[in-house]
């Protein structure tokens, strides 16, 4: 007998064929398809910011030639150039130069942001929850998921740059200076998303990866701040940032496009190092290892208040150290507000005090923001299995959604005492006048009610509905925009009043409102109970 044995390539040999892109192909399709709706929401409202920006530049902040020549002014001869960067071309100049010098920045952060949670989203959250082990069971190369992910990074940053160039022609941009607005958006983006696909590799959970990723877009921000502080046109540090170098493109000025050739470059030498870290981990592994934990848990940790708020310390810490700085840094910009005559501020007001008044209800909103992602944080525990073990003990449902809850009450208490103290550290270190320090802390504290109300809402919807978390995020959106732009958008005057934001004054510094404290803070309980109560009656995510 004679057996012929031939070599066919079938589909279990195309791995060793194609090798370690093998696969890509699909993953892209996979990857373009989870993200469908992700994606374009996150492109379409940085697009839709455009115009209405815009609009709050040239309708409120400086509606006339002589407002932006003065803004333009205060901002260049100011501690303000550290948010806005350096005045490029003729400080009288149009509209649309001053909403770039105003804004710009706000969009190249909101670009990095936005690539920084899609490369996470695909490369180590998928390992983390098991996915990526499934996929690559099939014929996947080793590299296929983070070739996936880039491209689709690419494909993200690219539909943004077309579609803020098209939203910046529609406010009156020239189509040059429209594309390449739109272009220095996207190489930052590019840019974080590269370094999103190194951290990575380095950490084992999604979280640090999109960390490690946050703090290097916080140190690029401040190099590019401390640089605008160097020179009139920006200093050696505003040419260590990225976010610095799509500014250097100097939109509306003497353009030029040759700045968009760092990103590039350091994008590519930042995507070759993730292929190669990549090469020389296991899957689900990382580069750093993580520390074995104790075999027992410490004395202190063993309660459901205290293990909560073991969870949450790191998260507490990092954006306590960031609301002092921010709060450093804007109370600093107080001094150079005493001095300019803005329309935005009504006439004969204290422009120090309403100045902080601004600034303290942004705060808020930066604090809302922190307790939105606390409650998410508790899905996340819930969907991959993480909180089953705990209830599988003497805890319960309400013991363990309380303690969180509570730690999360306490954490926005002291998130609003830092960033009212930098605040008001940096307004009496501008102006000469201590007694800021105590009255902006104060005036901090008092708003804790309205942001109680906006972590009540996700806190209610996981326990009644919990697939419609997202409707948290709508709902501090929304809450933001009628408060600060209702009435310049033209909604009637009840509009304003349906957000938790607007009951508690603005000025003068420090008023408390009893009837609107104790609403507030009757309503936020109210829908935690709802949340509570939904929690004891559904069933669990087992992950």
């Known amino acids: ?29 996979l990857a373009l398809r989870r993200d469908r709706i992700k994606l374009p929401l996150w492109v379409l409202a940085i697009t839709a910011l455009i115009p209405r920006f815009y609009g709050a530049a040239t309708t409120v902040v400086a509606p006339t030639p002589e407002a932006r020549l003065e803004a333009t002014l ?3 001869g100011s501690f303000m150039k550290v948010l806005a960067g350096p005045v490029f071309g003729d400080p009288a100049g149009t509209s649309q130069q001053y909403f770039l010098l105003a804004y710009w920045v706000e969009f190249l952060l909101a670009a990095a942001l936005m690539t920084i949670l899609l490369v996470t989203r695909h490369t180590r959250a998928e390992e983390q929850t ?35 160039a098209a939203a910046a022609i529609a406010v009156g941009f020239p189509i ?5 607005f739109g272009a220095s958006l996207a190489a930052a ?24 990723a946050g703090v290097a877009l916080a140190v690029a921000w401040i190099l590019r701040g401390a640089g605008a502080l160097q020179s009139p046109e920006g200093g050696p540090l505003f040419w260590l940032s990225p976010l610095g170098w799509s500014q250097q493109t100097r939109v509306l000025a003497d353009e030029r496009w040759w700045p968009l050739g760092l990103p590039v470059l350091a994008a590519g030498l930042l995507v070759a190092a993730a292929y190669a ?59 150079g507000m005493l001095t300019t005559d803005l329309p935005i501020f009504s006439a004969g007001a204290d422009l120090g005090r309403a100045w902080i008044g601004l600034m303290v209800f942004t ?50 208490v002291v998130l609003l005492a830092v960033y009212g103290a930098g605040l008001g550290v940096g307004a009496a270190v501008s102006t000469g006048d201590p007694a800021y320090v105590g009255e902006v802390t104060r005036a901090c504290l008092i708003r804790a009610p309205e942001v109680l109300v906006l972590l009540a809402v996700p806190a209610a919807l996981l326990g009644l509905a919990p697939r419609l978390l ?16 209702g009435t310049y958008a033209g909604l009637p005057d009840w509009v304003p009043n349906t957000s938790a934001l607007s009951h508690l004054p603005w000025t003068p510094l420090g008023t408390f409102t009893p009837v609107a404290t104790v609403v507030l803070t009757a309503l936020a309980a109210i829908l935690t109970a709802l949340g509570l109560y939904g929690l004891r009656r559904r069933d669990l995510a087992t992950g």
Request: with cysteine; proline share 3%.
């Open 1 to 29: 007998m004679t057996v012929t044995v031939s070599r066919t390539r079938g589909r279990t040999g195309s791995r060793a064929a194609g090798g370690r892109l093998t696969g890509t192909g699909a993953m892209i399709r």
């Open 74 to 76: 205060m901002i260049q």
């Open 130 to 164: 098991g996915r990526a082990e499934l996929v690559r069971a099939a014929a996947v190369g080793r590299h296929a998921q983070l070739t996936a992910a880039l491209v689709l990074a690419l494909i993200g940053n690219a539909a943004l740059a077309l579609c803020s």
């Open 176 to 180: 040059g200076g429209a594309l390449l």
């Open 189 to 212: 983006g590019l840019v974080f998303g590269a370094l999103t696909a190194v951290t990575a590799q380095v950490t084992e959970h999604s979280r640090g990866a999109a960390g490690l």
């Open 277 to 335: 870290l990549a090469e020389r981990r296991d899957l689900g592994a990382s580069l750093v290892a993580p520390r074995p934990g104790r075999a027992s848990a410490a004395p202190w940790v063993r309660s459901p208040f205290a293990l909560a708020l073991r969870l949450q310390q790191a998260a507490i810490g990092w954006w306590a150290a960031a609301f002092l700085a921010v709060g450093l840094i804007l109370g600093a910009m107080t001094g």
């Open 363 to 412: 705060g808020s909103l930066y604090t809302a923001v922190f307790a939105v992602l606390s409650v998410l944080r508790l899905r996340t525990e819930e969907v991959r299995g993480r909180s089953g073990p705990v209830l599988a003990g003497p805890t319960g449902r309400v013991t363990w959604f309380g303690a969180s809850l509570l730690v999360t009450v306490l954490a926005v």
């Open 470 to 485: 997202g409707l948290a995020w709508a709902a501090l959106a929304y809450c933001g925009f009628v408060t600060v732009l």
